[in-house]
Nanobody, 116 residues
């Protein structure tokens, strides 16, 4: 049974910072690409950042402001978000995409709200 549990969301003022965490249970973490996605009201879910071992990928809109990291010993992935903007307001989801089995696992989401 694989479970992803996000934490760290909340309300922050523009220019502030938040750190999201995603704790994964089960045995897939080390062989998974881990990603953070977000979905704003009325918009499609979009990739924010992903990490495989040490290689990372970021959406253009967050480059230089967000940093994704993982701790394989603790089965945890983090998203450090700095210089937050109102347009970063969304529900943020953690996703695990393992090499096998070939399916994606999602967390329940955590709300991030940035006030101007």
């Amino acid at each position: 049974q694989v479970q992803l549990v996000e934490s760290g969301g909340g309300l922050v003022q523009e220019g502030g910072s938040l750190r999201l965490s995603c704790a994964a249970s089960g045995s897939i973490f080390s062989r998974s690409v881990m990603g953070w996605y977000r979905q704003a009201p009325g918009k499609e879910r979009e990739l924010v950042a992903s990490i495989r071992v040490h290689s990372t990928n970021y959406a253009d809109s967050v480059k230089g402001r967000f940093t994704i990291s993982r701790d394989n010993a603790k089965n945890t992935v983090h998203l450090q978000m700095n210089s937050l903007k109102p347009e970063d307001t969304a529900v943020y989801y953690c996703k695990a995409a393992p090499d096998w089995p070939k399916r994606d696992y999602w967390g329940q989401g955590t709300q991030v709200t940035v006030s101007s």
